[in-house]
């Protein structure tokens, strides 16, 4: 399932978990895809708090807690402390997000002792508050990780979901977190290297939504030393895509100056399918740098105005779509807007 999907999927789950109608949720997929993203996206979305509890690396009794002894109408017994990494509503808040990371790498004994928590949102005397929506999440066997199969009566417990890698999802996302436009020019033009795992292929690095955002801080910090980006490129994202990488940055010396397209001139359109790519990408870019500013919608009517040069339309309703994406609405007042859509109206109406 698309990651935007999954977004919508957790946003009901999470408000459900005050209604008493929350189902706990297992996210399955390959490492790198994100997981752990949309859940922190999620959490913030709504401002509260994440607890992310990583099974991997627990003993039962790091959930169970301790035990003590306590004097109740003149005998001993015994009460358990609570660990004080689980939602508690005095610290945490009354809402928030219970996140099992790594579950199916968990030993078989910690699963088991989740299976209450999960379920009944409780460990014995402990409960978890209501408004606290819990997710779990986990690579698959053969992922190349360590992974146990889960249990029945803990797969049981969860409404499961596979993740994917999404190319649209992850632009919209690069996009609003203001990742290198060249990074998603050169995304659009090979989209078959947003995520390339083969669990059977030897080598740390490989290509993925993760490992790309290592690659765009690869370019903020390496950017003016090309004799160390190329390394830092490959020890991102894989030998192979990063050194497709870096043959793209270096073709892109012939792009238009973007400066001359923003202020309305006459600039070059370029022939080649990577650099028109390259072009609409880092204008879309431009675009959402000068939302709120006096001067938006002049810049957004030149770019609307140099997505209809050029040659491939299919390119510039890609433009337009990401401009729609990021700006919204405000983009349709424009006139500029009603020209493009005249000139292109055949090739919306087909697809």
């Known amino acids: 399932m698309r990651p935007a999907q999954l977004a919508e999927i957790l946003d009901h789950e999470f408000v459900a978990a005050s209604a008493g109608q929350h189902t ?47 004097e109740q109408h003149g005998r001993s017994a015994v009460e358990w402390a609570a660990p004080s990494l689980l939602p508690d509503a005095l610290r945490h808040g009354d809402r928030g997000v219970l996140f099992l990371d790594e579950i199916t790498s968990a030993p078989p004994s910690v699963a088991a002792a989740a299976y209450q928590l ?15 929506a819990i997710v779990a999440a986990g690579n698959r066997q053969g992922d190349r990780g360590v992974s146990y199969a889960m249990p029945a009566p803990l797969a049981n417990r969860f409404s499961h979901y596979e993740v994917e890698a999404n190319l649209e999802d992850w632009v919209a996302w690069a996009y609003a977190n203001a990742i290198d436009p060249r990074l998603v020019g050169f995304l659009r033009f090979k989209p078959e290297l947003l995520f390339d ?28 030393r090309p004799d160390l980006l190329h390394g830092a490129l490959i020890a991102c994202v894989g030998q192979a895509a ?21 202020a309305g001139g006459l600039a070059d359109v370029p022939q080649t399918v990577d650099l028109q790519y390259a072009v609409a990408a ?25 997505a209809g040069r050029l040659p491939l339309r299919e390119m510039g309703v ?34």
Request: aromatic content about 10%; hydrophobic content about 50%.
């Open 24 to 70: 706990p949720v297992m996210l399955w997929g390959p490492p790198g895809v994100g997981k752990s993203q949309i859940v922190a996206q999620i959490a913030a979305r709504h401002a509260v708090q994440v607890i992310d509890v990583r099974l991997s690396q627990m003993e039962p009794s790091d959930l169970r807690g301790i035990p003590f002894r306590v």
């Open 118 to 132: 999960i379920l009944d949102r409780r460990l014995g005397d402990y409960r978890v508050p209501e408004g606290w």
């Open 197 to 224: 795992f083969d669990p059977s292929r030897s080598g740390a690095a490989f290509p993925s939504p993760r490992s790309w955002e290592f690659a765009d801080r690869a370019l903020q910090k390496f950017g003016e």
């Open 242 to 262: 990063g050194i497709e990488f870096a043959a793209y940055l270096e073709s892109l010396t012939q792009l238009p100056d973007l400066d001359v397209i923003v």
């Open 282 to 306: 880092a204008l879309a870019g431009r675009a959402l740098r000068v939302r709120g500013s006096p001067e938006a919608a002049l810049v957004w009517g030149r770019i609307l105005d140099y």
């Open 318 to 351: 890609m433009l337009v779509a990401d401009l729609h994406r990021g700006i919204g609405p405000e983009l349709f007042a424009l006139p500029q807007f009603s020209a493009w859509a005249g000139a292109v109206a055949d090739l919306l109406l087909y697809e």
